[in-house]
């Protein structure tokens, strides 16, 4: 093909495929790609990545010198005649506080680290809690559409056989209000599903259109989630530990600010008759009232002992939460066992045999009614059990190793 319209060509369908983008076609969403654009987009992750950026400076920051001092001075300085003096001054501070303050930062450096990694996880299992609750609710609104098909034409039979005198005026009141119910649920699962999809685009920070995934709702896949070895408090205690090792680092730089400052100088001038007088200095500067320093310390092991007892007291909190959650997924499973094993056959048998006795005008509409709902209302409970698995399961993937 010419190479002009093989170029025409290739722009014709990157325009193409432009175009279907911004035309509002409805991508298919898997939890995976949530997630991956979530993070892409999230403005709390990349703000933890800057703060990274920012610690590694500071490491070379600890090694910032005061400016040098340079003077000159020309004049009649030690005698009638004009001389002139020049003077070179560089305060190097306390060797040991740039040190100790490098290995803070060092360690800073270490928690910023962690923090980014919890910032991922939390926001992965956010998107995936909100996922899976838009999916559920994508569900529970099919559900409550397919049971409003089983009643289409009630209020219509209602109100005939109430015309032919085959029913009282409660009978039809009853089976118009349930018609009327349904279909109110309709517009409330209807309003609740826009609600879940706007709050998943939210935390994905995108406008997407975006579809729920084909196949009906599933379990979420954890893995060894009857394993409690599996699961650990180290991802949110590694942070308080690092955390409590910065605040020892902090005493540490407070104290080096004992140890002497040092400085050095050259100096040259010029005294008539003679020219070409120079030398060197050096010295030492030492704090003679500690007061306020002492102060400092203090605080900074006032500091150090509350991130002790946050450690302390979130390692136990986190280890009690983990087995809470390992007993709810255990809970809701069991629940999941039963309705498959028993009650959604229940429920499906509930539904086959009341429309054949119903076309068979073995029972009256009220009744059909009645044992409709009751077949759905096992359905949706499912549903919801399967959300309240999922939602657990998701909790408890955060503290997996």
Known sequence: MNPVKLFFS????????DLISQSGVSVPLKPETAVEIAIKNNPQIKHAELLIKKSELS???????????????????????????MHIHQHFGSLLTHIQQGKMAKKQVSLNLCDLEIQKRSLTAQVKSAFYFWWFAYEKL???????????????????????????EIEKLNAIAKSAEIFNLIN???????????????????????????????????????????YSTALITNYYKKSYEVSKAAINAERAHFFPEFFAGYFYQDIYPEKGFYGWQAGISIPLLPFGQSAKIRQAKINAEIALNQLEYVEFSTTKTIE????????????????NRIALQQADEILRNAELHF??????YFEYIKH?????????????????????AIQLEFYAD
């Open 372 to 392: 409709i709902s009751s077949a759905y209302e096992i359905k949706l409970k499912y549903l919801e059990t399967i959300n309240n698995y999922n939602q657990t």
């Open 142 to 168: 099919n559900l409550v559409k397919e049971e409003a098909s089983y009643l289409n034409d009630i209020q219509r039979i209602a109100e005939l056989r109430y015309s032919l005198g085959e029913t009282g």
């Open 59 to 85: 490491r070379t920051a600890a090694w910032e010198f005061q400016p040098a001092e340079f003077s000159y001075s020309y004049g009649q300085l030690y005698s009638p005649v004009n001389d002139r003096y």
């Open 359 to 364: 076309k068979k005008e073995n029972i009256e």
């Open 324 to 339: 809470n959650l390992i007993v709810e997924l255990n809970k809701y499973f069991r629940q999941i066992d039963y309705y």
């Open 188 to 230: 409330i699962y209807s309003d609740e599903l826009l609600i879940a999809e706007n709050k998943l685009k939210q935390i994905m920070a995108t406008d997407l259109d975006i579809t729920p995934p084909a196949e009906e709702l599933s379990l979420y896949k954890i893995e060894k989630q009857y394993d409690t070895s599996y």
């Open 10 to 17: 290739i722009s014709l369908l990157l325009i193409f495929a």
